[in-house]
């Protein structure tokens, strides 16, 4: 008995160090990818700066020789779309920079370009600055990582495809939110976190069982989950950690 729970603790041990390593190779793929990211949009930037100088310079001509047509021909071609060139998904990602945690940073981010890339529309709201997770880091980004690719998976699959990553503090605890669209109007909140439970069916059960067999290890974490009206929720409040 002894030696075969000595051999089950091995075996959870190498899990555990599998699952760690698993998470540092996909940081720091996540942090390169996010790197670069930045590095695009800067220079996305840097060239609209340059071309919004040359457009001034046009506007200041047509205006100083009172040439209403060609003011009128500037605005209508150009600067009424400006705003919208800047508030794409790319853009979205670039949000992630309140993230003080590098590790989750880079797990967000790997998500959100992923959910990009497949054409699903992003909103991403951070209001304020994230420092590392009331709970053990390899805990939350297993948790992270299982929501939103539940959330990507089941928003693909619908003709308006969106997400919505946001996070804020309310006293003293941290809110996290991830949410999507879903084929369906309402989805079955009961059954999901069932072990078991098939992702075919409400489209929501990958990894659900993980999450909550995480989860229940804190006292200070409560995860909601609503579906209503083709949208479905989870709410994560992280509380403080009683000494």
């Given at each position: ?40 949009l800067y220079t996305q930037i840097r060239g609209f700066r ?45 949000n992630l920079a309140k993230i003080s945690n590098p590790s ?140």
């Amino acid at each position: 008995m002894i030696s075969f729970l000595f051999y089950i603790s091995e075996e959870v041990k190498k899990e555990q160090e599998n699952e760690l390593i698993r998470l540092k190779d996909q940081q720091l793929n996540s942090m390169s990818s996010y790197s670069e990211h930045i590095e695009s949009l800067y220079t996305q930037i840097r060239g609209f700066r340059h071309d919004y100088t040359n457009l001034l310079v046009s506007l200041n001509e047509a205006i100083h020789h009172n040439d209403m047509p060609a003011v009128k021909s500037i605005y209508d071609t150009v600067l009424a779309d400006s705003g919208k060139s800047l508030n794409t998904d790319s853009y979205q990602i670039g949000n992630l920079a309140k993230i003080s945690n590098p590790s989750v940073k880079s797990i967000i981010s790997a998500k959100l370009m992923e959910a990009h890339q497949k054409g699903i529309a992003l909103k991403v709201e951070v209001e304020d600055y994230m420092d590392s997770p009331k709970m053990e880091v390899l805990d939350f980004l297993r948790t992270l990582s299982i929501l939103l690719d539940n959330a990507i998976e089941a928003a693909e699959k619908c003709k308006e495809a969106s997400l919505v990553f946001a996070y804020f503090k309310d006293s003293n605890s941290d809110i996290l939110i991830v949410e999507n669209s879903t084929e369906t109007e309402r989805i079955n909140t009961k059954t999901i976190f069932k072990r078991g439970f098939s992702s075919k069916g409400d489209n929501r059960g990958i990894g659900l069982a993980n999450v909550k067999e995480i989860l229940d290890k804190y006292d200070n974490v409560i995860l909601n989950t609503t579906s209503v009206d083709y949208r479905f929720r989870q709410e994560m409040r992280i509380g403080e950690v009683e000494k």
